[in-house]
Every structure is written in structure tokens, then in C-alpha cells.
């Protein structure tokens, strides 16, 4: 009877024989004594042989190599001769003794049928070979496209299927956790909309705090569904530490609209509703996200401004208060009483509706021009309650008919013009301006 080391010397030498490949010879199997796989090096007790993708058979674990380690040596080898131009010949079987045999092709070895493998199988080491090597023949030889197709097509639909046997559980484990994690975070959303409704009284506020709490859970529930399916958290923050730098460049603008967009809710610079005034454009605040703002102007056009030139630009917000001023300019003629013209513009002004009685309005006497006495009719308005230009167009309307009515002449700009030493002529007799 052959022993342990003579039977491992001469398949060596026959490996070395047959393969002049560099690349095969590096993939020699280790070959058994027929003992049975341990539980302490075996993870994996079977694995497909696959040609062209498809699974022909699987091979068992050998006492000091993983099943898996051994299919892919061996897939490694026949991927190898399907990638050259030669033609291939027939898998042959080449039996040592009873205990092994080896399966070649091109007279390069691909596999050795061990006894462990007839074991495994419940037939002899001869019978096995020779079904292996019928199986990879069939297999070799191209078949047409149809049935190629056909063939990976169902080799793949396999592979998903028991992938996705073997996940089930992480798959079901992640969906209970994404369920979970929505309706967690729609609740987190409401309750911190509801509480900022009640502690801030600010939309823009209330929104952006219930954006930043329904954000906040499912990243957190996210990490928690990948890892339950298995992700090493180590990698990914390894591959994210060396990608960070290129993302920081590529979102650059984006990250900024959206860092500007919550600086821009947490400070409030202005409220939804607010009538402001941002570079170009001025209108009303009807919108404000993370990563931009829109404004309506007062022609009704929309203007969608990014936060980043928000936030650099200067703002002016025409109804950050509930009051704002106006003023009008009428000119009187210099012969008027400027007490009873002050005290008819006063009595006009306050009668009109949503002018603020205090501050009081007030009638200033601002310029001595050319043809009239220039007066400044200052009142304030509640900014919120109505439009500030129509308000201000009915004030300078109600003035101008008070006085009227008060007989307060207003006259338009008055010019002299004076000639001197000009000849001027009447009916073709010249005459002389200066002593006329």
C-alpha cells in the first residue's frame, strides 16, 4: 500500500509534469490522506465549479483546504484555458490508484478526485471522476447563444435566489428596521413641529426644526439597517476618509446652500410673509428651504435665490416691524399761512384709516424753493395690515384735495426770464427790451 508521502510526491511531480504554467503550478491543491474535514479550519463544506459562469458540480472540503479555496483554485483554472485562442481538446480522467485521480485537459491538470470526495458522495474515486469529467465536457463544448443565454440566464436566477435565501434574515431584519425608523421619525417630525409651534411661533423656525429632527432619525436608523445587513462600518469610514476631499470639491456649493439655509432659519433675518428687499430683487418671502429661497416680487414674478448669496447679501426687511413710515412732499405757494396749512394737512392725515396714531404725524417744513415752500408730511402705517405704497398714494391724494378745499394754493414751479440788451422786433419795427 502507497503511503502519505510517496502519494503526495508523485501527484506533485505529475502536476509539475503536466503543467508548464507558472500560474497552474502555483495553484497545485495540497492533496489529503482521505481524513475528514475538521470543524476548526472548515467554514464552508461545498462550492461550485463553475464554467463559463454556470455550475457544473460541487467539491467538498479536504482536511486542510476550505471548499471554497479549492473551487475557486480550480475555477481559476479552467477560466485560464477558456481565455486562450488554442482549441480545447477532452477532459480525461488519469487514475493514480484506487484513492485519487485527476481530471485534465490540453494536458494541463485541472482537479484531483480524492477519496474524501468518494466519501462525500458515496461512490468510487473512478465512478466520480469519470461523471466530473462527462459534466465538464458537456459543459466545454460552446452551445449555441440561445441556450447560452438561456443557461447563465438561469445560473444567475439561481444565485440571486439563494443569495437571497441566505439574507433573508438580515434583508427582514433592515425592513422591520426602515419601517421603523419612518414612523419614528414622521412622529419626531411632528412632535418637534408642534413644539416649535408653541416655544417659537415662527414658521421658518418650525419647519426647520422639524426637517432636522425627521433627518436626524433616519440617519440614525440608516446606520442601524446597514448594519444589521452586514456592513463593516470600518471600510466604509476608511473608503469615506479617502473619497472626502474630492466630495468637498464636487458638492462644494451644495453644502453651502444647505449650511446657509439653516444659518439662514436659525437667525431669521426674515419670516415667511416678510416684504424685503435682497440685492436686485425685492418682493415677498414665500418659501424657505435648506438649500435655497424664493421671493415673489411685486410684479408676480418668482425669484429663486440660493442661500449662499442670501446669506452673503445685504438684507433689507421692510416689515420686520409692525410699523413703518412714509412721507409726502406738497409745495405751497409763499403767500399761504403755513399755520392753517400744517393744521389742515394734520386733521387730513389723521383721518385717514390704518395711519398709526402714535407716533403723531408730522408736517415739516423742509425747503424755501424757487416758487413754493416744500412741506414733509411724515405718518406711519401698520406695515403688516396693508400695502405700504397704496397707503402712501392715499395719503398724498387725501392732502392734495384738503388743501384744495382749504384753498391752500399749490403752484407748480414758476420761471422768470429776463432779456437783456436783446433788439426784439413788433409787427417788423425793431425795438429795444430795455427801454420798453
Known amino acids: 500500500m502507497i503511503s502519505r508521502k510517496q502519494l503526495n ?23 489529503p490522506t ?8 472548515q467554514s464552508v463544506y461545498f462550492a461550485d465549479i463553475l464554467v463559463r459562469g454556470r455550475p457544473i458540480f460541487q467539491v467538498g472540503s479536504l482536511s486542510d483546504m476550505d471548499a471554497s479555496e479549492r473551487a475557486k483554485i480550480i475555477n481559476r483554472r479552467i477560466a ?7 482549441s480545447l481538446g477532452t477532459v480525461t480522467v488519469q487514475e493514480a490508484n484506487e484513492k485519487v485521480a485527476t481530471l485534465r ?5 485541472l482537479m484531483t478526485v480524492t477519496q474524501q470526495d468518494s466519501k462525500d458522495y458515496g461512490q468510487t474515486v473512478q465512478t466520480l471522476a469519470t461523471d466530473w469529467a462527462d459534466r465538464l465536457n458537456q459543459a466545454l463544448d460552446k452551445p449555441p447563444l440561445a441556450i447560452d443565454v438561456a443557461q447563465r440566464l438561469s445560473a444567475t ?21 426602515i419601517i421603523a425608523t419612518w414612523l419614528i ?41 446597514l448594519g444589521v445587513l452586514g456592513l463593516d462600518f470600518g471600510a466604509l469610514l476608511g473608503a469615506l476618509g479617502l473619497t472626502s476631499v474630492a466630495i468637498g470639491f464636487s458638492l462644494k456649493d451644495v453644502l453651502s446652500n444647505y449650511i446657509s439655509g439653516v444659518i439662514l432659519l436659525a437667525a431669521r433675518p426674515f419670516r415667511l410673509g416678510d416684504q424685503v428687499v435682497i440685492e436686485d430683487f425685492e418682493g415677498t418671502i414665500t418659501q424657505v428651504q435648506l438649500r435655497g429661497t424664493t421671493l415673489k416680487t411685486y410684479d408676480g414674478r418668482i425669484v429663486y435665490i440660493p442661500n449662499q ?58 425747503e424755501l424753493a424757487a416758487s413754493t415752500v416744500n412741506l414733509e408730511v411724515r405718518f406711519w402705517v401698520n ?15 387725501t392732502i392734495k384735495e384738503a388743501l384744495q378745499q382749504a384753498q391752500v394754493e399749490m403752484p407748480t414751479d414758476i420761471y422768470t426770464l429776463v432779456f437783456r440788451n436783446s433788439p426784439f422786433q413788433v409787427n417788423g419795427i425793431q425795438t429795444d427790451l430795455t427801454q420798453a
Do not use: C
Open 80 to 86: 485560464s484555458l477558456l481565455s486562450r485562442s488554442e
Open 383 to 397: 406695515s403688516q395690515r396693508g400695502e405700504f405704497l397704496a397707503m402712501t398714494s392715499k395719503m398724498a391724494q
Open 105 to 109: 485537459l490540453n494536458q494541463r491538470v
Open 157 to 177: 436566477i439561481r444565485g440571486v435566489g439563494r443569495n437571497t435565501i441566505d439574507m433573508l434574515p438580515a434583508l427582514v431584519g433592515a425592513l422591520i428596521v
Open 9 to 31: 510526491a508523485l501527484l506533485l511531480t505529475g502536476i509539475l509534469m503536466a503543467s508548464p504554467s507558472p500560474s497552474l503550478a502555483q495553484d497545485t491543491e495540497v492533496l
Open 34 to 41: 482521505g481524513s475528514t474535514p475538521t470543524a476548526a479550519n
Open 309 to 366: 448669496e442670501v446669506f452673503s447679501a445685504s438684507i433689507t426687511n421692510n416689515t420686520a416691524s409692525p410699523r413703518r413710515r412714509s412721507s409726502v412732499m406738497v409745495g405751497i405757494d409763499y403767500d399761504a399761512d403755513l399755520s392753517v396749512a400744517i393744521q389742515v394737512i394734520q386733521t387730513a392725515v389723521t383721518k385717514v384709516d390704518l395711519v398709526e396714531p402714535s407716533p403723531p404725524p408730522e408736517v415739516l417744513v423742509r
Open 185 to 225: 421619525a414622521v412622529g419626531v417630525r411632528y412632535g418637534a413641529f408642534r413644539w416649535a409651534q408653541q416655544t417659537e411661533g415662527d414658521r421658518s423656525t418650525e419647519i426647520l426644526i422639524g426637517r432636522l429632527g425627521y433627518g436626524g432619525v433616519w440617519v440614525i436608523g440608516s446606520v442601524i439597517a
